[in-house]
């Protein structure tokens, strides 16, 4: 059974701070998602990943992919309230698993304090 | 486009039971998937359906049952309940194997 560990599980911080969540796991992804989950609302893909050691940048969130495609990084730059909510990683394709399924970590809660 | 509709939004079941949930993808999507997610256990695949066919299947037992329809729409059925069924049950569609998932709101099953 393939793992998506991220840390932490849950975040509290200031309004203006910066943050980092990271995802890893033992597997080889083919790709790698974000999504963004609000309250009552189902996840919302924010980014997918595809080469090792890609970056992307959508506006003060930046993604990184693992050189080894087994790993990723989420960082935020002057977090805003509205980026409260629980931020998902989820590998595409691991071993194991069947083309384009999609394995997800369980999830860091964000809480950005005004 | 309309997003991806699940029905109905919050269920309260007593163990033993068995309910339905039903999901209704964006229009010309012929792939459903279903997730259950906890807090313990996060997202966790049940199945995917495409053009009225079972393609995957999670690791949940036989009581989680689902199907599509020939206009896409999906059910899924979870016989039995038990009081670990509590979860939100996520549906999600996409035109393409190849493509990103569009998640609906969910459905919020509470077995008591």
Known sequence: TQLLEQSPQFLSIQEGENLTVYCNSSSVFSSLQWYRQEPGEGPVLLVTVVTGGEVKKLKRLTFQFGDARKDSSLHITAAQPGDTGLYLCAGVGGSGAGSYQLTFGKGTKLSVIP | ?112
């Open chain 2, 1 to 112: 486009k309309a997003g991806v509709t699940q029905t109905p939004r919050y269920l309260i079941k007593t163990r033993g039971q068995q309910v339905t949930l039903s999901c209704s993808p964006i229009s010309g999507h012929r792939s459903v998937s279903w997730y259950q997610q906890t807090p313990g256990q996060g997202l966790q695949f049940l199945f995917e359906y495409f053009s009225e066919t079972q393609r995957n299947k999670g690791n949940f037992p036989g009581r989680f049952s689902g199907r599509q329809f020939s206009n896409s729409r999906s059910e899924m059925n979870v016989s039995t309940l038990e009081l670990g069924d509590s979860a939100l049950y996520l549906c999600a569609s996409r035109d393409d194997p190849r493509a990103h998932r569009n998640f609906g709101p969910g459905t919020r099953l509470t077995v008591t």
